[in-house]
Each structure stands twice: as C-alpha cells, then as structure tokens.
C-alpha cells in the first residue's frame, strides 16, 4: 500500500472568527493511499486547539505503515486517522465497486439540512450577515466573549424566522453562561455548543441547563462518553475529533444508546472532508457540514447544496 500526503490551501470566501482567532485559508491535509492501481483519498484539518499542525500530522502519515485494521492501535484519535481512515473507505468501495454506505450496509444517504455559520463579529456586522442569511432555515452564530447578548439580539433582528444554535467556542464562564441562558430560550436559540472550556466544565453539572448543552471540544471519542454524564445533553461529532469514519459512526452509535442527542460538525475544511460526514449526519439532531459554503474555491467535484440540505458525495469525489 502506497501512501502519499499532501498539503493544500482553500482560501475563504470571507474572513471566520471564532474566540480563539480568525483565518483567511483552510490548510488541509490531502491523503491518497493506492494499491492494485486503485487509489483512494482522504482530507483532514490539523487543529491547532488540540495540538495539531500541518507538520505534526504529516508525519504521522508518513510514519504509518500498517494496514488499515492497525489504524486504531497506531495512531491517536486525530486529524491523521481521520485523513487515512476516509482513504482507505475511498479506496475500498472503489476496489469493490459499491459505494461506502453499501458497505456499510446502510441506506442511501439523503440530503440533510445543515446549518450555517455566521463567524463572531461585531453586533452591526453579525446583523448583516445575519440579513444576508436569513433565507436559510438554521443559523449557528460563533460567540464566545463577555458582550455576546448585543450580538445575539442583532442575528435575531437579522434572520427572525432561521432557526439558531449558538457556538461559544469555550468562550465563557460559568456566570456568563447563567446570565446568558435565559436570553438564549427568549431569543429561540435552541441548542448552545460547549459553553465553557473542556476540562472546567464539570460547573454544567451544577447549573440549570434550560436548553440542550452540547459538547464539542469536551467529546473526541467512545473515550470521552464517561466523562460527559450529567454535564452535557447532546455530543457534536467530527470526523478530525474521532479518528475517521468508523469510530464515529461507533461513538454515534454508543452516545445515543447512553441519551445524548447527536451534532455532526466539521472543521473548515473543502468538499473532501464533509463527504464521508454526509453518512454520519443521517438522522441526527443537527447538521453542520457547511465548510464548503464558506469557502471561495472547492475541490473539483464538490458536495451538492440546496434548499433540502448537503446531499451525498457523488463517486467522483468520494466514497
């Protein structure tokens, strides 16, 4: 088995901020791995938050030489995994001639609604985005700071019939979030995503949660699942957080039989990274797979958007 790594550069439509910084770019990984004259391909996004660089998980590809049943025991949950887990998924159906969800013994896919990310911003800015938006039927707003309620009023102005869900990034305290909840049911946000910092959460346990909590940075893989009970109501899956296609579709499976509500989300990453995404998103309670509608140039095949959401890959780009 050959495999080659890849990095590449998607320059985004517009400026995203989150608390923790803003980007111009999405740096990718791209993986192909080929044997027997077939090839297949994967992509990742190395996250500096948990330690990653372009650098660091390239030579975590370059250094793996097993097969693709030695992924889990040689490489850490992570971006790497990711990147060669969905390669060798790629390549595997193509070898077969079956698509990845046949293989899976799952249904076709269908097109699932997926939300739409409006980056932090001042409250008049995050209004105009907001307005541009608003014929889109689910929002999810970056937040993350001391003075989000004048931001939150201003998206609400902006789009007052899109559903939102609110992403705080890690960005708030405890008393923040306390003071904010109320405002966030009036306002109709209905789900807010990791409130405060992994690994100073445990406060959630503590506080009323009027509205679903969901963990983002607090859930990486089946691991994680101990650690969340009695602090958050929903888990947000992604694919550079688990290692791949397969241990989510595992930690999807095991965190609905314990009561969580499911989330797939994704980096900012290009069409490559949401399609293997599209099959873990069927069904859940929210779907966020909008990076290729943030960026201002996609791979060459890209994922199909409409108003009935991200479709599945087409066999030319994945899967």
Known sequence: MQIDVNADVFRLAQVFTISRGSRTQAEVLTVRVQDGGVQGWGECVPYARYAETLASVTAQIA?????WVDLPDALPAGAARNALDCAFWDHAAKRSGKRVWELL?????????????????TPESMQVQAAKNAHRPLLKIKLGTPDDMARLEAVRRGAPDARIIVDANEGWTADVYAELAP????LGVQMVEQPLPAGADDMLAEIARPLPVCADESCHDRASLPSLKGKYDMVNIKLDKT????EALALKQQAIAEGYGVMVGCMVGSSLAMAPATILAQGVAFTDLDGPLLLAEDR?????FDDKGVHAPAATLWG
């Open 63 to 67: 250094g793996f030489t097993g097969d």
């Open 105 to 121: 013994d799952l249904p076709t896919p269908k097109p699932e609604i997926t939300a739409f990310t409006l980056s932090l911003d």
């Open 183 to 186: 405002h966030l049911i009036r």
């Open 243 to 246: 290692g791949g296609l397969t």
């Open 300 to 304: 060459a095949q890209p994922l199909q």
